[in-house]
């Protein structure tokens, strides 16, 4: 027998079981991935929860407080009833303040936000896998691009409170980034090669523009509205403990001499105050929003950084292929190919034009 034969043979085995080898990794991290799917949508939920319940038990804990010490000031000074209701409020108001400190630390509607995105994003990557095994034979390279995509979505949306939790009230507001630091696309090298890979000089104008749009107007905006309902959020934060404070303050005053009826009015004014401002912080979710924001201004560094980085590499037969990358552009901001066409054309007019037209590259946000 030919050894040339055995030797291709042998090649040819060794090469199957490689690839079997491959596939088996990429369907051990889908199920990974499922899994993670499931823990952050049931995380989610426990943390929708704990806004809810811990927000109607604040209201409740308050309006007690409140009632309690409005009942010691209409009945009389002195005696033990007076002592008890007057100790009551206090108690209670000062157990709202501490409950609130927590629930301000840790925003559970934020918590709640962040899981879902954490959700929606797995789910992407368990299709991504998907695509990659149904249209090709996997490389060592798909695996090690979903195991870095699997730790970054991680380390970006944690599961733990203690240690890990991301900061909720940030000196500096940043985009989410849930992907691999400084990734680039690879592509694997054929032996044929298209020529121009569906680009032309056109469509690499038409990206810098898009580029320049969702840099200067969409990822800007998303960052300058995440610092507004931050500084809404520190507010909020600051004042309901402060007023559940001079409310405990105000009850513990009920009935002494000199102060006459003021005790009552502070604990129940008080009070009232620290209602609002608790109902629109955790009702109003505005840590909710807050992250809704911060993670659309990193959708937008998301794209940034794929259009600069396919635009840098130099052999365009390396590529994603050009018109296929122009529809992925397109459907992510909302638009028709002919819309995202209009919207480079018209961004590469004069400065003047270009402030008189003042749109941004996405419609979906």
């Known amino acids: 027998m030919n050894p040339n034969f055995k030797n291709t043979r042998r090649s040819k085995g060794s090469e199957a079981i490689s690839d079997s080898k491959l596939v088996q990794e990429l369907y051990a991290i889908m199920e990974i991935v499922s899994d993670r799917v499931e823990m952050h949508k049931n995380v989610c939920a426990q943390r929708e929860n704990w806004n809810g319940l811990l927000l109607n038990s604040l209201n409740g804990m308050t309006a007690t407080a409140a009632i309690m010490a409005g009942l010691a000031a209409v009945s009389g000074s002195g005696g033990a009833p007076i002592l008890a ?111 121009r890979n569906g680009w032309d000089e056109k469509l690499e104008e038409e990206m810098k523009e898009i580029l320049g749009v969702v840099r200067g107007k969409d990822a800007a905006e998303y960052v300058r509205l995440s610092n507004v309902v931050l500084k809404v959020n520190k507010i909020l934060a600051f004042c309901g403990p402060l007023l559940t404070g001079f409310a405990a303050a105000g009850a513990g005053l009920v009935g002494l001499t000199g102060f006459g009826s003021w005790g009552a009015v502070l604990a129940m004014v008080f009070g009232a105050l620290a209602s609002v401002v608790n109902t629109l912080e955790h009702g109003g979710q505005v840590g909710m929003v807050f992250e809704m924001y911060r993670s659309s201004a990193g959708f937008f560094k998301l794209m940034e950084e794929t259009i600069e980085s396919t635009l840098k590499e130099g052999e365009v037969g390396e590529r994603e292929n050009g018109e296929l990358f122009e529809v992925k552009v397109a459907l992510q901001l909302g638009r028709s190919l002919a819309e995202l066409r209009d919207l480079a054309s018209s961004s590469s007019l004069s400065s003047r034009f270009k402030q008189a037209k003042e749109e941004f590259a996405s419609k979906l946000f």
């Open 85 to 195: 209701l007057k100790l009551s409020s206090s108690l209670l108001y000062m157990a709202v303040t501490g409950i609130l400190l927590v629930m301000n630390k840790i925003q559970p509607s934020q918590l709640a936000e962040e899981q879902r995105n954490a959700s929606r994003l797995f789910k992407r990557l368990h299709e991504e896998i998907k695509t990659t095994l149904a249209i090709k034979t996997p490389t060592s390279n798909d695996v090690k691009v979903a195991m870095e995509k699997v730790l970054a979505l991680d380390k970006a949306y944690p599961l733990p409170l203690l240690g890990t939790m991301i900061e909720k009230f940030p000196s500096l507001v940043k985009p989410a980034v849930w992907w691999p630091e400084e990734s680039k696309p690879q592509h694997e090298e054929t032996s044929e090669k298209v020529e």
